[in-house]
């Protein structure tokens, strides 16, 4: 597939390492932006989270978390820049697709781009040796809270039990999806992060699936990213550029725009709704 722009020809891959998660969503919106404005190729981020956090979608309300228990367990919050419903990141590889929104693919729609996503993390996966992976054809509707009790379509399940959470924001230049992949997933914590936790939990352990329960030995983000460089070409063929280390500006940009994302449950701020 091609990429329908000529100034798209070229991806970035950032294999980047953890970070706290307010820094986390920082990058991800400012490398959207900064991709939207020109500055920067289409790009890829590989990261991870430097402790248990919680992040909520866009416009998710607060209201349905179980507050007590997450500042009693200290677990830092987080609002995407993205839509969705609440994700617990800890042991996983999360990635970010930053896009201009005038790639053909791209540009034909929400669906259509995540379905193209999806096809390349499918491929990756089963680079990886994950068997049985497929892509979900049906939305769910229920009133749940956590991100893998709701499969929602082009979503990547094995066996039926969702692997893969994505969440997507169009701006007016680009687009930005990102999503969890987990090794392994605290489903008690995760489960009790939220207001009503047996009937979140009960979901939860039917629903999901994580990397540790599929594969044998644990990939290592530089066999992830290889992966999914080898996918990125073989789906969109184009080229593909790893890079190590996060430009300058897009750090800067982040640093001071992370406050943004950050939600105190304890005095109530959340700047990033408002």
């Known amino acids: 597939m091609a990429s329908g722009d000529k100034v798209s020809d070229c991806f970035i ?128 509707r229920e009133n749940l809270q956590a991100c893998y009790g709701a499969p929602s379509l082009y979503e990547i399940s094995v066996d039926r039990r969702k692997l893969v959470g994505s969440a997507q924001y169009r701006g007016e230049h680009h687009v930005l999806q990102h999503g969890s992949i987990p090794y392994t997933l605290d489903l008690e914590t995760y489960s009790h992060c939220f207001k009503d936790p047996t009937v979140e939990k009960l979901v939860l352990e039917e629903r999901v699936i994580t990397l540790s329960e599929i594969l044998h030995e644990r990939p290592s983000l530089t066999n992830f990213a290889e992966a999914l460089k080898k996918s990125i070409k073989e789906v969109l063929g184009v080229h593909v550029e790893v890079v190590a280390s996060l430009p300058d500006e897009l750090s800067k940009r982040a640093e001071v725009l992370r406050e943004r994302f950050a939600i105190s449950l304890e005095s109530g701020r959340d700047i990033a709704s408002g």
Not at 44 to 57: F, K, Q
Not at 124 to 136: I, S
């Open 13 to 140: 891959l950032l294999v980047d390492k953890s970070h706290p998660g307010d820094f986390n969503m920082a990058l991800d919106f400012s490398m959207a932006n900064m991709v939207g404005s020109g500055i920067l190729p289409p790009c890829v981020r590989l990261y991870g989270w430097s402790r248990t956090t919680l992040s909520i979608g866009r416009v998710q309300r607060l209201s349905r978390l179980n507050g007590d228990f997450i500042v009693e367990n200290q677990i830092p919050v987080v609002r995407r820049p993205t839509g969705g419903r609440a994700v617990l990141h800890d042991d996983e590889i999360t990635y970010a697709f930053a896009l201009r929104r005038s790639i053909d693919w791209v540009k034909r729609g929400t669906i259509q781009t995540y379905k193209v996503i999806a096809s390349i993390l499918l491929s990756t996966l089963k680079r990886l040796g994950v068997v049985g992976a497929d892509l979900e054809r049906s939305r769910s």
